[in-house]
Nanobody
């Protein structure tokens, strides 16, 4: 499975941004797609994840209530809608995938930079 993330950019604090992750491959039916982020000098952290069926969305504490992960049925796209953005949300955002039952995310897309100005 190959993943490609895009949609990052510069946004003012309080604004919104939607990231996209395009997945390709023949074994997506049992797949889980997640978003991670990494800010300079900080460890990578889990943002959100969703099953390919579009169910069982889960979020990191900082993302819950502000971010929404979704999978568009009939397409190969997973989105991360981010609202009420804060300067501390500035990071490189990555989409990653794994098969259900696997413990680690083995497929990673390239990152997309999100910068939130104060």
């Amino acid at each position: 499975v190959q993943l490609q993330a895009f949609g990052g950019g510069l946004v003012q604090a309080g604004g919104s941004l939607r990231l996209s992750c395009a997945a390709s491959g023949r074994t997506l039916g049992n797949y889980v797609v997640a978003w991670f982020r990494q800010a300079p000098g900080k460890e990578r952290e889990h943002v959100a994840a969703i099953r390919w069926s579009g169910t069982n969305a889960e979020y990191g504490d900082f993302a819950r209530g502000r971010f929404t992960i979704s999978r568009e049925s009939g397409t190969n796209m997973v989105y991360l809608k981010m609202n009420s953005l804060k300067p501390e949300d500035t990071a490189v955002y990555y989409c990653a995938g794994r098969q259900r039952g696997e413990r680690t995310y083995g497929n990673w897309g390239q990152g997309t930079q999100v910068t939130v100005s104060s």
